[in-house]
């Protein structure tokens, strides 16, 4: 595709109710890059994926939240029981490589009621 | 933490003055980016620099580097109303990732 697509655009959902969000990469980057941002916050580094690499799941937030990434294309953040604090904008991002430019897709609104 | 911080958080300028937003980081790099930021949607990848380069431009963006400082500064000269946004710089760290600052909230008005 021309960018990174992200899905759904926005999603509403009960506390307690699991969700999943989708990130489809720019085709051939080998990293992927899932954020988080409340509103009128910075980024929140939440998981990279580099090839066929262990993930560096180390900004995970808690064991609610997990990632994974299929045929080293698109991934899947998953977050269970979600909580109000949950609510954010989550940005999946891809790039050549881990040290070259990402490319974002345009985010997932989250809100937890 | 190899995270970045914006300086200031928020500007408010007119149009026609130049803008100039700072970041500073803790460890070493290989390069530094600069990314923008509208809406709270995704962000615009700006401009790259190296860590063995010392300023860079793109348009109306001049970017300078001092590693003996460990920070950035990020210039837009003549800025418009569509310069409001906010933008990030982004370091690497040595590592093969990025870790985001905080970000500069720039208001420009008309």
């Known amino acids: 595709g021309a960018g990174v697509s992200q899905s759904p655009s926005n999603k509403v959902t009960e506390k307690g109710k699991d969700v999943e969000l989708r990130c489809d990469p720019i085709?051939?980057?080998?990293?992927l890059y899932w954020y988080r941002q409340s509103l009128g916050q910075g980024l929140e580094f939440l998981i990279y994926?580099?090839?066929?690499?262990?993930?560096?799941k180390s900004g995970l937030p808690s064991d609610r939240f997990s990632a994974e990434r299929t045929g080293g294309s698109v991934s899947t953040l998953t977050i269970q029981r979600t909580q109000q604090e949950d609510s954010a904008v989550y940005l999946c991002?891809?790039?050549?490589?881990?040290?070259?430019?990402?490319?974002f897709g345009p985010g997932t609104r989250l809100t937890v009621t | 933490s190899q995270q970045g911080e914006e300086d200031p958080q928020a500007l408010s300028i007119q149009e026609g003055e130049n803008a100039t937003m700072n970041c500073s980081y803790k460890?070493?790099?290989?390069?530094l980016q600069w990314y923008r930021q509208n809406s709270g949607r995704g962000l615009v990848h700006l401009i790259l620099?190296?860590?063995?380069?010392r300023e860079k431009h793109s348009g109306r963006l001049r970017v300078t580097l001092d590693t003996s400082k460990k920070s950035s500064s990020l210039l837009i000269t003549a800025s418009r109303a569509a310069d409001t946004a906010s933008y990030f710089c982004?370091?690497?760290?040595?590592?093969?990732?990025?870790?985001f600052g905080t970000g500069t909230r720039l208001q420009v008005f008309p």
């Open positions: 991002a891809s790039s050549l490589s881990g040290v070259h430019e990402q490319y």
């Open positions: 085709s051939g980057h080998t990293a």
């Open positions: 994926f580099q090839g066929n690499s262990a993930p560096d």
């Open positions: 460890t070493s790099i290989n390069n």
């Open positions: 620099i190296r860590s063995n380069e």
């Open positions: 982004a370091t690497d760290g040595n590592t093969d990732k990025l870790i």
